[in-house]
């Protein structure tokens, strides 16, 4: 089956500096890669995602890069603000839908005001 | 759309116990996801459901769990018998079938289990 790693997994950055948190998965069938945010206490929630036939996709402040020769994919967030202090967790699933999400472990991001 | 229901919000049993957490998800949603989240194993899908019909349960930590989805517009997921390693918080999910794939999270169960 997947296997989706993530790093790292706490990352503390100053706002308004960039923060970037990695992932990489093992099924090379894998073409949807969601992430998601959850704030303490609440539900995941859908912030971007992207599939394989995109290399990039940017939606404002956050950016999703994949690279499927590496297995790899990346969210870049930009000028970081306290609310952006979470927890992200990466995900990926195979060709034919969106079933079966295999999660990454979580990245704890801390905005530092 | 109130968005996924999911009852109770809070559960605290004891060890022994049947535990039954409900999911209603919104409507017109083909599928259906259970998931459980801890700290040690992060978020775990344990079973999921289309069209009312159990696709893949591989998830389901052993034969203590079971879930069932008898209508489009409900789901139980029953622990029986419940021990304190069940503890965690247990989230329902539904989506509509491809090319939208985002799933919408209900706000969890959280279950104690003493």
């Known amino acids: 089956g997947e296997n989706v790693e993530q790093h790292p997994s706490t990352l503390s950055v100053q706002e308004g500096d960039s923060a970037v948190i990695k992932c990489t998965y093992s099924?090379?069938?894998?073409?949807?890669f969601p992430w998601y945010k959850q704030e303490l206490g609440k539900r995941p929630q859908l912030i971007i995602d992207?599939?394989?036939?995109?290399g990039e996709k940017k939606d404002q402040r956050i950016a999703v890069t994949l690279n499927k020769t590496a297995k790899h994919f990346s969210l870049h967030i930009t000028e970081t603000q306290p609310e952006d202090s979470a927890v992200y967790f990466c995900?990926?699933?195979?060709?034919?839908?969106?079933?079966?999400?295999?999660f990454g472990t979580g990245t704890r991001l801390t905005i530092i005001p | 759309d109130a968005g996924v229901i999911q009852s109770p919000r809070h559960e605290v049993t004891e060890m022994g116990q049947e535990v039954t957490l409900r999911c209603k998800p919104i409507?017109?949603?083909?599928?259906l996801f259970w998931y459980r989240q801890t700290m040690m194993r992060g978020l775990e899908l344990l079973i999921y459901?289309?069209?009312?019909?159990?696709?893949?349960d591989s998830g389901m930590p052993e034969d203590r769990f079971s879930a069932k989805m008898p209508n489009a517009s409900f789901s139980t997921l029953k622990i029986q018998p419940s021990e304190p390693r069940d503890s965690a918080v247990y989230f329902c999910?539904?989506?509509?079938?491809?090319?939208?794939?985002?799933?919408?999270f209900g706000p969890g169960t959280r279950l104690t289990v003493t």
């Open positions: 995900a990926a699933s195979p060709d034919f839908g969106n079933e079966k999400l295999t």
């Open positions: 099924d090379s069938a894998s073409n949807y």
């Open positions: 999910a539904s989506s509509l079938p491809p090319p939208q794939y985002e799933q919408y």
């Open positions: 409507s017109g949603h083909d599928y």
């Open positions: 992207i599939r394989s036939n995109v």
């Open positions: 459901f289309n069209n009312n019909v159990p696709i893949d």
